[in-house]
């Protein structure tokens, strides 16, 4: 979950470029293909290999693009409790893009939900539709892969909403495709407390 998360945020980041995008997809072609399926068989050495390869490409994007709001909680979060970085990373990436879309359609930023369509698209077996669809979809297919590999909530993990401010305070959102506020943050942690 961390490489999927990194390869979207790369992808999405305000400093992606033509070389971490085509580089993005491509991993992320093999994160479709191949995540849910090594979950459920680690033996499963094709899929294996396709994580591997979005591990790699997942690396040279975010060196080159930077990360977004998804590993700013990763960090404030990590720094406070022992969870492990995936399980962070993939419990809050439903619902901070799911956010972030708000926002960029709220402030309309084409570009970025272009981008989220994209990634719809990639996700989804299906070739028609509008690109609301495909955002919408996307966002649909981030929780369904979080039930599929049965990612725990952040209660579950180990995290105390009591300390949820605090860590707002501490987390950075640089390079996110969208600026979020201190309660659009608060959101994002409390939709997954349980």
Same mark, same amino acid.
């Given at each position: 979950? *961390?490489?999927?998360?990194?390869?979207?945020?790369? $992808?999405?980041?305000?400093?992606?470029?033509? /070389?971490? +995008?085509?580089?993005?997809?491509?991993?992320?072609? %093999?994160?479709?293909?191949? @995540?849910?399926?090594?979950?459920?068989?680690?033996? +499963?050495?094709?899929?294996?290999?396709?994580?591997?390869?979005?591990?790699?490409?997942?690396?040279?994007? @975010?060196?080159?693009?930077?990360?977004?709001?998804?590993?700013?909680?990763?960090?404030?979060?990590?720094?406070? $409790? *022992?969870?492990?970085?995936?399980? =962070?990373?993939? &419990? !809050?990436?439903?619902?901070?893009?799911?956010?972030?879309?708000?926002?960029?359609?709220?402030?309309?930023?084409?570009?970025? #939900?272009?981008?989220?369509? &994209? !990634?719809?698209?990639? /996700?989804? +077996?299906?070739?028609?539709?509008?690109? *609301? /669809?495909?955002?919408?979809?996307?966002?649909?297919? #981030? $929780?369904?892969?979080? %039930?599929? =590999?049965?990612?725990?909530?952040?209660?579950?993990?180990?995290?105390?909403? =009591?300390? /949820?401010?605090?860590?707002?305070?501490? &987390? %950075?959102?640089?390079?996110?495709?969208?600026?979020?506020?201190?309660?659009?943050? @608060?959101?994002?942690?409390?939709?997954?407390?349980?």
């Amino acid at each position: 979950m *961390d490489c999927f998360t990194q390869l979207t945020e790369a $992808y999405l980041s305000d400093k992606s470029n033509l /070389f971490t +995008d085509a580089l993005a997809l491509a991993g992320l072609t %093999e994160i479709r293909k191949s @995540l849910v399926r090594v979950c459920c068989d680690g033996s +499963d050495s094709d899929a294996r290999s396709g994580m591997s390869f979005a591990a790699l490409t997942s690396g040279i994007c @975010l060196a080159n693009s930077g990360l977004g709001v998804v590993h700013g909680f990763a960090s404030s979060l990590g720094a406070r $409790y *022992d969870i492990p970085h995936g399980v =962070i990373c993939g &419990t !809050l990436m439903p619902p901070a893009n799911e956010v972030n879309v708000r926002v960029l359609r709220k402030n309309g930023n084409a570009e970025a #939900l272009r981008k989220y369509a &994209t !990634l719809g698209r990639l /996700f989804l +077996d299906r070739k028609e539709g509008s690109d *609301d /669809f495909f955002i919408d979809g996307f966002i649909d297919r #981030l $929780y369904s892969i979080s %039930e599929e =590999i049965k990612l725990p909530g952040l209660k579950t993990a180990g995290a105390d909403e =009591i300390d /949820f401010e605090m860590i707002v305070k501490n &987390t %950075e959102c640089k390079n996110n495709p969208v600026r979020l506020s201190f309660e659009e943050l @608060l959101e994002i942690l409390q939709r997954r407390y349980f």
